[in-house]
């Protein structure tokens, strides 16, 4: 951020008085510009014990496997973004969510929310963002071919979690991948 949107005068990173950190402040207006961490919402939707993944058709992360996810829009509720993103992604509409998973990620200002979901008919297909879909049983989920960190811990949660039947909502800070432990081996969560 260079420029205030207020009144065009070049930004200053100054921490303002009550404040506790560095921020974009306008030397000319005063306006403070606050910028806070992006929302990322998504579904693991599941039809029959299958579980609905998209291969990402776009950056980051293009040809890799995911849950269908996206950032969320002004004016909607996360239940709405995680719906709108699988219909957008997998051509697939989703019922009864309930919220999964909460991942802090502050090393990329970002939050990534999954809702378990059920799919209301088990149609799908890819969207402009994906390449193709595909609705697999645990056992054949691609655990090496997977996107993003967010995506394999609530598939291994939710694995883990299925066999159960009890399904907490797990909320998480996840470092970058250079300060993270060694994960254990996906192949425990499977069944």
Not at 8 to 23: H, K, T, V, Y
Not at 32 to 54: D, F, S, T, V
Not at 131 to 155: D, M, Y
Request: aromatic share 6%; glycine share 6%.
């Amino acid at each position: 951020m260079k420029f205030c949107s207020e009144c065009g005068a070049r930004l200053n990173l100054q921490i303002p008085p009550g404040e506790d950190r560095l921020r974009h402040v306008c030397g000319r207006c005063g306006t403070i510009h606050y910028q806070n961490p992006k929302i990322i919402a998504g579904c693991l939707p599941e039809w029959e014990g299958r579980i609905l993944l998209c291969r990402r058709a776009i950056e980051p992360r293009k040809g890799l496997w995911t849950l269908p996810a996206g950032f969320m829009e002004l004016g909607e509720t996360l239940e709405q973004a995680a719906a709108r993103e699988t219909l957008e992604e997998a051509c697939a509409r989703v019922k009864a969510l309930d919220l999964y998973t909460v991942f802090s990620l502050p090393h990329v200002d970002q939050v990534h929310v999954f809702f378990r979901a059920r799919m209301a008919e088990p149609r799908h297909a890819p969207g402009e963002e994906s390449l193709e879909t595909a609705l697999l049983p645990g056992k054949e989920i691609p655990w090496r071919e997977l996107a993003f960190s967010t995506v394999r811990r609530t598939l291994e949660a939710y694995l883990r979690d299925r066999k159960s039947g009890s399904f907490p909502v797990r909320v998480e800070t996840l470092e970058p991948p250079s300060r993270r432990k060694k994960a254990p081996s996906p192949d425990s969560a499977l069944q």
